[in-house]
């Protein structure tokens, strides 16, 4: 199991980005969490706003999630990535196994 994250570049993207995991079933539930990202450029640091987009989810769906996303977001696709959820309560994974099918 991992715990998806999608960085969105403003909140309406981000706001698509949980409804189309939560109805193509990619995930069982997701998270929003305002933040800035920070990178440095030629010796100064440069901010822009971004939001976090977290869901919990199976780790053999990451293949089919990351090709979904970058396929329906080509505009401005977001960055994607994954953090493994090594413990979990046992009820919540599963709950995981039932609602998410690979």
């Not at 976090?52 to 970058?70: E, N, S, Y």
Request: no cysteine; net charge neutral; charged share 25%.
């Amino acid at each position: 199991m991992i715990l998806l994250h999608v960085i969105a570049k403003n909140e309406k993207q981000a706001d698509e980005i949980s409804d189309f995991l939560l109805k193509k079933n990619f995930v069982i539930d997701t998270f929003l969490v305002k933040g800035t990202v920070e990178t440095r450029a030629k010796n100064a640091l440069q901010s822009e706003s971004a939001i976090l987009v977290t869901g919990r989810t199976r780790a053999l769906l990451f293949d089919k999630i990351d090709k979904a996303i970058h396929s329906h977001f080509t505009a401005d696709p977001p960055i994607l990535y994954s953090v493994p959820i090594v413990n979990m309560d046992w009820d919540h994974a599963s709950e995981l196994e039932k609602k998410l099918k690979i």
